[in-house]
């Protein structure tokens, strides 16, 4: 990994290969190896980026919030200070509600939009709520807190049960991050806008990928973003929960193949 002085942070990030860019935004409350199998089959025909939001990974923090509008404008001064005027943008979950941030501050450096495991809808009351309580609970106890109650909610039953290996290598994610930077990320996702009105104005060619078993943002939600998005794509990953590029690489990778092809 390097590290780069961006909208006042440093920002950790890796990338490899050449080829018309494709940048990847990890999901909560994890960090950018969450898409080494991504990096490793992508970088042979595109030049990927993948990189670690402020406060988790190698990335700092400065005084603004984690909001998603603040991601947004990280990642456009990472593409600046990388020279990349246009992306394909892959976000999966947390991911997927900075892409919208993004989406509507840097619409024309969009060259092609992939939302996976994520929604377009905001938190409800109850939701923000709960993410408040989180914040408390991580900063005053440590990421191993919310470890296991995360871990449920992140891998579909057919992962907790068979593969023990990503189990564990999502726990190390988790517990490897600051509380400061997990507790900040979950105030930015509760004061997250609605973007739902944002849809009907994406232009870019849009994939939406879901895992079948996926609990915390259904297929639903991603039946409903694909109706909305003109000219949209729907891909359900069999036997995956949230974490669909961890849970099933291969066949999650075959849909972006697919639909980065096409384009
Ligand atoms: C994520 O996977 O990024 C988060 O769990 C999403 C969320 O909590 O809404």
Redesign the pocket.
């Known amino acids: 990994m390097t590290t780069i002085s961006a909208n006042g942070i440093d920002i950790s990030y890796r990338e490899a290969g050449k080829g018309r860019p494709l940048v990847f935004l990890h999901?909560?409350?994890l960090n950018q190896t969450m898409w080494d199998e991504q990096i490793a089959v992508f970088s042979e025909v595109h030049r990927v980026v993948s990189f670690d939001w402020r406060g988790f990974g190698g990335s700092t923090l400065d005084s603004k919030p984690s909001t998603m509008d603040v991601f947004a404008d990280d990642l456009a001064a990472l593409l600046d200070a990388l020279s990349i005027e246009r992306a394909s943008i892959c976000g999966?979950?947390?991911?997927g509600?900075a892409a919208f941030g993004f989406q509507s501050r840097h619409t024309k450096r969009l060259a092609s939009l992939i939302l996976a495991?994520t929604r377009a809808t905001g938190d409800s009351e109850e939701g923000r709520q709960n993410r408040r309580q989180m914040a408390t609970t991580v900063r005053e106890a440590g990421p191993k807190a919310i470890a296991d109650q995360?871990l449920t909610?992140?891998l579909g039953s057919k992962t907790l049960e068979g593969n023990p290996a990503v189990a564990a290598r999502v726990r190390a994610m988790i517990e490897s991050n600051e509380s400061e930077g997990i507790a900040r990320a979950l105030l930015g996702?509760a004061d997250r806008p609605d973007s739902t009105p944002l849809l009907g104005k994406i232009e870019c060619p849009t994939l939406i990928v879901v895992g079948s078993d996926d609990t915390?943002?259904p297929p639903s939600e991603s039946e409903a973003m694909a109706a909305s998005i003109a000219g949209s794509r729907l891909v359900i990953i069999l036997d995956a929960g949230?974490l669909a590029n961890l849970e099933r690489p291969e066949q999650f990778n075959q849909a972006l193949a697919g639909f980065l092809s096409s384009l």
């Open positions: 999901a909560f409350p999966l979950s947390m991911g509600y495991d995360m909610r992140l996702m915390l943002t949230h």
